[in-house]
């Protein structure tokens, strides 16, 4: 184990979704240029029994230049259920993710490899959207993307 690891400086963490309810919802975008892997992880307290459907998306700025859906599938992580356990079961790769109907408190976790992006049309920003949801469905999401080079205060995410 890397004892030297310490979260702030391994990761930048960033906000993507603040809490909110219902609507479809698309996160910040993200720059992944100085990452080696971003992970996505969506809360969700799901009050109705309306699934959710969540994506990734890529795109060329950090302002939602040229939006397309990723394409190649990514490692997918989600407990249905935390008050139960705190088990992440691993799901079959893919490039979106839909939470089932029951009404529980719920975590999905989606790897990101930045290479896996178009990079030869540019793409090397990132996303995460849900689809619209019962008003009572409550979303939170935050990037915890890893670092090239761990430092006291990593190089900002939100700006190309």
Avoid at 32 to 37: I, N, R, V
Avoid at 93 to 120: C, E, G, N, R, Y
Wanted: glycine share 2%; net charge negative.
């Amino acid at each position: 184990m890397n004892m030297n690891f310490t979260l702030p400086e391994g990761c930048k963490v960033v906000e993507a979704i603040t809490p909110q309810a219902g609507a479809a919802i698309t996160g910040d975008y993200v720059s992944l240029k100085h990452c080696s892997m971003a992970y996505v992880v969506l809360e969700m307290a799901q009050a109705s029994v309306t699934q959710s459907a969540i994506t990734i998306e890529q795109a060329t700025a950090v302002a939602g230049t040229s939006t397309k859906a990723i394409s190649v599938t990514v490692p997918i992580w989600a407990n249905e259920d935390c008050v139960a356990s705190d088990t992440l079961v691993r799901q079959t790769a893919a490039v979106s993710f839909t939470t089932s109907a029951a009404q529980k408190h719920k975590i999905v976790i989606f790897q990101i490899d930045p290479a896996t992006l178009d990079m030869a049309n540019s793409f090397d920003c990132i996303t995460v959207k849900t689809a619209a949801s019962d008003a009572t469905n409550i979303t939170a999401a935050q990037y915890y993307l890893v670092t090239d080079y761990p430092q006291a205060t990593p190089p900002a995410a939100i700006t190309d």
